[in-house]
């Protein structure tokens, strides 16, 4: 019987230190083995990790004052539940550049996904707790003093707003958060069914994700590429000359050294201060001009790997 055990886990579980693994080692100097989880099952078929390239972000986009559902947008609205509603993790509020202000999340993990969303060029919008429901029904049950059925109340994690080029308009993107062990209970699965199906109604997709779909580096990165712009969130296009400088100079360096040493290099050839030169990497991560590769720790002294995007 033990033997049986034995057998099964290790049919269960993905084989460590792959070829792959070891190639990974060699270029990073990572020794953190990371299991690998298949991502959830997509019923639209539509992956936000999918879309090709990293385009360049136009800023700031010109948003219509309603989505097709007839919500606001990011400007003036509103997430159905506040973050002290939360019952399932630790709640809080979040500056967001893409959801102009303040955005709740419920969890960390939807704040963990909140700055993975920020830093995706495709997404020009961000909204959390976005009401999902038939709210003509919704006010009038109201008015008679009814109330409508909880499973009908459906709020949505993240609604997202993408420019995809090549494509006139907006794509909107729904995604749910959940934790991995999560996504086999049965009510979980047939929320997702419901969700996917309310948003179909007006042509919206709908996504699955959870704590495996960002890495820890990568998180960790994207909120310091977060911190170091968050100051001049209002002066993105003002800064956007001084973006395109920033990111030819670095581009052009020889690849190799740390973060301080190469962006520094930068900062002198401009007169710009190291504050600065970080300020405009963050930049141009955020708006399609390069991309940091999350394989490594944006930290001062660690190697500073970037990569030049291909427009689409």
Not at 46 to 66: E, K, N, T
Not at 73 to 94: D, L, M, P
Not at 218 to 238: T, V
Request: proline content about 6%.
């Amino acid at each position: 019987m033990a033997r049986q055990i034995r057998q099964a886990i290790r049919r269960s579980r993905p084989i460590a230190y792959t070829p792959a693994d070891a190639r990974y080692v060699l270029e990073t100097g990572n020794l953190a083995w990371i299991e690998r989880f298949p991502r959830p099952a997509n019923d639209t078929g539509f992956y936000l990790a999918d879309l090709p390239g990293r385009p360049f972000l136009d800023w700031p986009p010109a948003l219509p004052d309603v989505d097709p559902r007839g919500h606001p947008n990011a400007t003036e609205f509103e997430g159905w539940k506040k973050a002290q509603a939360s019952k399932v993790g630790i709640a809080g509020n979040f500056a967001s550049i893409k959801g102009r202000g303040k955005v709740s999340c419920h969890s960390n993990l939807e704040r963990r996904l909140l700055f993975c969303f920020e830093m995706s060029p495709y997404v020009v919008e961000i909204r959390t707790q976005y009401p999902e429901w038939n709210s003509e029904l919704y006010w009038t049950l109201k008015e008679l003093g009814l109330r409508m059925r909880k499973r009908d109340l459906m709020t949505i994690d993240f609604l997202l707003t993408l420019k995809i080029p090549g494509r006139d308009g907006f794509h909107y993107h729904a995604v749910s958060c959940k934790p991995y062990q999560n996504l086999i209970k049965g009510s979980v699965k047939r929320r997702h069914k419901r969700e996917v199906a309310a948003l179909a109604k007006w042509g919206c997709t709908h996504e699955i994700m959870t704590e495996h779909s960002v890495t820890d580096l990568e998180d960790e990165n994207n909120q310091r590429l977060h911190d170091f712009m968050n100051r001049s969130k209002k002066q993105i296009a003002a800064y956007t000359e001084a973006t395109i400088s920033f990111t030819d100079c670095l581009l052009s360096l020889p690849i190799g050294g740390t973060a301080d040493r190469l962006i520094g290099i930068v900062c002198k050839q401009f007169r710009w201060s190291l504050k600065q030169g970080y300020r405009y990497l963050a930049l141009a991560h955020f708006r399609g001009l390069l991309e940091v590769d999350h394989r490594y720790p944006l930290l001062p002294d660690a190697r500073l790997v970037v990569n030049a995007p291909k427009h689409q």
